[in-house]
């Protein structure tokens, strides 16, 4: 009985090894996905001013024109010490997309938004609640919001050492 036991256990263990093996994101994963969303980020990018002093809605629906789906989210102060939040930004890969760019000194693609007005405190509770995943609850919030600016972040190539913003 004991030796089923154990075979039944080494048996399952390879199974799982195998299966979270199977579910990693590898190098050239990460690679594709950049090469997939980058292009189209540049291209908003090179428009971005005709979307400053209007609602983030029509900002948001550019990047669903394009094809550019939001996944994450975080948001900040203007400056360092700042209490008052007035920057969003979005990200488009998730945390196990994260791990190859990283281990491997990879770009990794957002956008910073400033707005005119603080986002509402009640950001921090909503991103706590949800994890930080970008969803319809966020869209709605943010939609009527004016942008002040707009800048795009990791977008100059994913091996590039060249992290300024467009």
Known sequence: MKSIFLKSLFVISIFL????????????????????????????????????GHNFSEFYNELL???INVVDLSYDSKTDTGRKYYKLRLFFCD???DKPAL???FQIPWITITFQDEIPPQIKSMV???HGE???????????MKIESIDFIGVNGYNSND???K
Not at 28 to 45: E, H, R
Not at 138 to 143: H, N
């Open 17 to 52: 090894m195998h299966n979270c093996e199977a579910q990693s994101i590898s190098v050239n994963d990460y690679i594709k996905f950049y090469n997939g969303v980058v292009p189209k980020l540049n291209t908003v990018a090179a428009s971005k001013t005709q979307f400053y």
């Open 65 to 67: 024109s394009k094809n």
């Open 163 to 165: 992290w300024s913003g």
């Open 128 to 130: 706590l609640q949800y």
């Open 134 to 144: 970008w969803n319809s609850t966020f869209v709605q919030f943010f939609s009527n």
């Open 95 to 97: 945390s196990n997309m």
């Open 103 to 105: 281990d491997n000194k």
